[in-house]
């Protein structure tokens, strides 16, 4: 027998790339790879990219330039560009960077098997199609092989919103929702190989429609035996339906957490912007969703320096974080991204966007401080996903996405424990049992 060849994958971006990486890791386990944790050892290393923002395409081809070298000491390496830069530059990876034998868009990775044959045959591949057929039916696991207590599962991928700045409905495609019994068939097998809990993905989440909505899918699984929690995420304001919201109060295994991006609180740039939703009727759906969940912790996105945002506009941004109050969020300087229509428009000077985006993060990170104390003294769940540094550590995540160190852990791997909150740190808490 052959010694296993090994791959590495590195993963950029969303979650949706770690869940592809997954995926890809499993085309590739039938071609006798197993997985490796570094780059030198590895007979196929494949960057599964992310185009969201200008410097994660720039990162993904110094990386490349770094990887190279590899080359010469085993001249059996191939190497693979994956996800969002692979569909959006295609060919032109190999031309800038030639020492790329695979170039795979991720509506193609079912095809990684013959790819790989042919490149090991000594000629390039490259696919960035949007297939007929579907990728997930092709993409079955191996058997039940152990998993992690938390998984995140695709249920939904690409957007049909087309935000002015947004390159996910050109390199992800259009909408597509996969049929609710093919997540539910994954759901019970993720939970047969030992996961607890599943975050449902989707670029637009809460626009699934595959045979049933999102709050019909949610309530679905929580009928699963033995999966204890679900989450979703990345949800748009507009498709938060009066039945999700209401999920939110009456299914318990749906955790109270959600992230919900606005980009900016000011109607002025939303509109710019294309959100089509408002500040007010953002800031009306979070009262809906605070009613039926009261204790429920909110994330969102932001950007800041949009073509042609004022001060003014910038400071209603900053309005509105206040009357929310996150427990997280996520901001980012906007950058061009060419094909999308806000790439065309004049640009805020570097020097302001980036002032602005000290000050929010400033802001939101005084809040998420906020609320991470106010947690001290409280009783939480925590599902133990692995050992800490400290002996008799745990580490593991509350209902609010919380990151909980448990000191005196009594629970295993994949155990849901009852602890009370001792300590608190900006990014993480500490816990006793109870
Ligand atoms: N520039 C900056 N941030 C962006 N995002 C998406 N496109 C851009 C861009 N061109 C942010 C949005 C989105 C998150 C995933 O990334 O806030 O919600
Ligand atoms: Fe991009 Fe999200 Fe807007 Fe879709 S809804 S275009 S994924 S920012």
Redesign the pocket.
């Known amino acids: 027998m052959t010694a296993p060849k090994k791959l590495f994958i590195k993963t950029y971006g969303?979650q949706m790339n770690v869940y592809d990486s997954e995926r890809m890791a499993e085309a590739l386990g039938g071609q006798g790879y197993v997985e490796t944790t570094t780059p030198d050892d590895a007979d196929m290393i494949l960057l599964n990219t992310c185009h969201?923002?200008e410097k994660a395409a720039e990162k993904v081809y110094s990386e490349l330039g770094r990887l190279k070298p590899l080359k010469e000491v085993n001249p059996d390496l191939k190497i693979g560009v994956a996800g969002c830069v692979a569909q959006a530059e295609g060919e032109e990876i190999m031309r800038r960077q030639p020492a790329v034998d695979l170039v795979v868009g991720p509506q193609a990775y079912h095809r990684l098997p013959e790819m790989e044959t042919r490149v090991r045959s000594g000629k390039p591949a490259l696919d960035t199609d949007f297939p007929e057929e579907d990728k997930f039916d092709h993409l079955k696991s191996r058997p039940k092989a152990k998993r992690a207590p938390a998984a995140f599962l695709t249920v939904q991928e690409g957007c049909d919103k087309f935000c002015a700045?947004?390159?996910v409905p050109y390199t992800r495609g259009a909408e597509v929702s996969r049929p609710a019994e093919k997540v539910l068939a994954e759901a019970r097998d993720l939970v047969e190989r030992g996961v607890r809990e599943v975050t449902l993905l989707g670029q637009n989440v809460n626009a699934y429609h595959g045979g049933m909505s999102l709050a019909e899918l949610i309530r679905a699984l929580a009928t699963v035996d033995g999966l204890e929690r679900i989450r979703y995420t990345?949800s748009h304001p507009n498709d938060m339906d009066d039945d999700l919201i209401a999920a939110h109060g009456e299914v318990d295994k749906l955790m109270p957490y959600l992230h919900l991006?606005v980009?900016s609180g000011s109607d002025r740039i939303l509109k710019r912007m294309n959100r089509s939703h408002t500040a007010e009727s953002y800031l009306r759906l979070i009262e809906r969703i605070r009613a039926a969940r009261p204790d429920i912790v909110m994330s969102g996105?932001?950007?800041v320096g949009f073509p042609e945002e004022t001060d003014a506009d910038f400071e209603a941004t900053m309005e509105l974080v206040r009357q929310v109050k996150y427990g997280y969020a996520?901001s980012?300087?906007?950058?061009?991204?060419p094909g999308?229509p806000?790439a065309e428009r004049p640009e805020v000077a570097p020097a302001v966007a980036d002032d602005r985006l000290r000050q929010l993060q400033a802001l939101i990170t005084t809040h998420q401080r906020q609320i991470q104390n106010s947690m001290v003294g409280r009783d939480v769940s925590v599902l133990v996903e692995k050992p800490g540094r400290k002996e008799g550590q745990m580490l593991g995540k509350s209902e609010y996405l919380h990151a909980v160190h448990i000191d005196d852990a009594k629970a295993q791997v994949g155990e849901i424990a009852r602890v009370r909150i001792v300590d608190a740190k900006t990014n993480s808490l500490t816990a006793r049992h109870l």
């Open positions: 969303c969201i923002r700045f947004c390159v990345t991006p980009q996105d932001f950007i996520y980012f300087k906007y950058s061009a991204r999308t806000a």
